[in-house]
Each structure stands twice: as C-alpha cells, then as structure tokens.
C-alpha cells in the first residue's frame, strides 16, 4: 500500500517562501514519478509540476515556472517543492501525488494515474 504524507504547508505573506516535503513508503520510491497538484477553493483540482523519476526530467505548469522547484531525495524517500515569490492566488490545498507506473517523466496524468496524499494547506496572505 502507498502511503504519501505530506508536511511543510502554513501561512505565508505574498513574496515570501515554503517547501513542502511529501514523504513516501509502501514500494521503491526511486522508480516512480512525482507530482504535486493544488486545488484552490471552488476551482478543480490542478497539476502544479511533476518529476520523473530519474529527476532528469521536471513539467512545470505555466503559473509557477521561475517561482516552484521540485525536487527528490530518493534516500529520504521524499520529494519536495519549493515555493518561492509566493502570491495570493497560489493559496489552495496542495497534494503529493505518486504516479502509478514505474519509470514515468513526470508529465501530467489524470487522477486516476496516481496514488495521492491527504494534502496540505498552503495560504498567502497580500
């Protein structure tokens, strides 16, 4: 069974920063991709950026590039994202999420290509 948990999540002020930290168990973390979505209120849930799982390949979503960086350390079994120049809009609860099958890049999937955490809130204050 996957389990993913992720941590990190809080109140930050426009401009400012967070990391988000999703730890994984239940198989061999270092063969599978991984990927954060969010999901802002009354809006559907969102691919945020996913990393293959060499971590040579990385796909971010347009409203983040230059601003999220994802990252994986496969003796932790985790992968991280680094929220920098935060923004109001970037407020939603954000998921950890492992894909499926082994040995992906990254690229979005649909929901049902993931195994997926309990989320974390993420609030940015202006």
Request: glycine share 12%; with cysteine; aromatic share 14%.
């Amino acid at each position: 069974q996957v389990q993913l948990v992720e941590s990190g999540g809080g109140l930050a002020q426009a401009g400012g920063s967070l990391r988000l930290s999703c730890a994984a168990s239940g198989r061999t973390f270092s063969s599978y991709a991984m990927a954060w979505f969010r999901q802002a209120p009354g809006k559907e849930r969102e691919f945020v950026v996913g990393i293959g799982w060499t971590a040579r390949s990385t796909y971010y979503a347009d409203s983040v590039k230059g601003r999220f960086t994802i990252s994986r350390d496969n003796a932790k079994n985790t992968v991280y994202l680094q929220m920098n120049s935060l923004k109001p809009e970037d407020t939603a609860v954000y998921y950890c999420a492992a894909d499926r099958k082994a040995y992906g890049l990254g690229q979005r999937g649909y929901e049902y290509d993931y195994y997926w955490g309990q989320g974390t809130q993420v609030t940015v204050s202006s």
